[in-house]
């Protein structure tokens, strides 16, 4: 093909390539961040048009079907030993929060001093405890300040668990751990966000590689 | 110190209708099976609308859309890596799943630029009114484009037509399809910003 590579962006973004054209840009797409970002954008427009086809409401069958064949997969989420569904009894989450308030408390009121990073941020105007998926609790307040405790395996060699900050389809890396820790997370949780966990390579990454395996409710 | 012994832990309330899209797909992708649920009474309306107008076809528009909406039970956690929002993510999932199937069918696409059906079977006057006002805020943000323009992306996305049978079909050299979807798009995206069309629930 002769023409820019670039000029199949708007096309490639409203689905009118066929299957060769499609190949030939996303390998340009790879390596291209102006058309990632142009991409993305364009996107957006292009979905935009789905709401000028709103039509007639689909028949409530097709929600059970999809909840259905939902159901029955296998769900698409990395292996991890001993992993409880994140869904686990509120009951349960409950009371492994109270058993983190407690510790934390009876643990802070034995060292005075310290700088228990929950403490601290239990300490503040608002400040509430939100259950980690069955494995741990986050201390949020509303000015954005947040830690975690996480009870959890040590991570497999050449592994870490890496927290990030999730909002709006972002995630933004929040630290690393290996084992079951307790700590402060070093950027701000905004309303609206959700804490994750992700188990990565050693070092840590920039972006999730896979979905989170504990989150959060969204923070309000 | 010791009050805190006696800070309530508030049971994480599962409040899905106050979460964001985003934190729902997140949820999704840690096999949620309600939030999964929770998206589709935001967008399975809007979904089965698109397929429908590009499959013509209520049996096969259920199709897209339950195989949409699979895929994002199935790669919800592909979503984090996204720079996009759900709902461009979900929709960009659901026209991909029809326009797919609408070529596997060889659905003849003989009148594609023929308006949708009007709404029928409201569920609440209050679903009906934000999503009228988003399709006329489309509509609307269309009839400004050049006829052009607007006749290669309604064909192109509505009609599930690729940018060569575009060509074809106009009797326009390829390189002419491509500028008017590409200035078409990038100028119904500036207009949908203007008009603050938020790709997302009421």
Known sequence: MASEPHDLVAAYAMDALDADEEREFERHLASCERCREELASLREAAAGLAYGAVGPTPPPELKQRILAEAKAERPNVIPFPQRRRWTAPIAAAAALAAAFALGVG??????????????????????????????????????????????????????????????????????????????????????????GVTLERAGGVNAPTSAPFLATEAVS | MTALVTVPPPPASRDLARMSDEALLSLVASSDEDALAALYDRFGRIAYGLALRILRDPA?????????????????????????????????????????????????????????????????AEDEASLGFQRRLVQEALSQ??????????????GGLTQSELAERLGQPLGTIKSRMFTGLSRLRDLLDEAGLEGSYP
């Open chain 1, 106 to 195: 009876v643990w802070a009121t034995a060292h005075p001093k310290s700088s228990d990073p929950l403490a601290a941020v239990l300490a503040k105007p608002g400040a509430k405890v939100v259950a980690l998926g069955g494995k741990g609790t986050m201390a949020w307040a509303p000015d954005g300040s947040a830690a975690l405790a996480l009870t959890v395996p040590r991570a497999p060699e050449g592994k870490t668990y890496e927290a990030w900050v999730i909002r709006n389809g972002k995630a933004a890396p929040a630290g690393l751990f290996s084992s079951s820790a307790v700590f402060r997370i070093d950027r701000p949780v905004p309303r609206g966000a959700v804490v």
């Open chain 2, 60 to 124: 096969l528009a259920q199709d897209a859309v339950q195989e949409a909406f699979l895929g994002v039970w199935r790669n919800a956690d592909r979503f984090l890596a996204e720079r996009a929002k759900a709902s461009t993510w979900i929709l960009t999932l659901v026209h991909r799943r029809a326009v797919d199937l609408v070529r596997r069918e060889d659905i003849r696409r003989g009148e594609p630029l023929e308006r949708a059906p009007e709404p029928a079977d409201p569920r609440t």
């Open chain 2, 145 to 158: 484009l050049s006829p052009e323009q607007r006749e290669a992306l309604e064909l192109g996305y509505y």
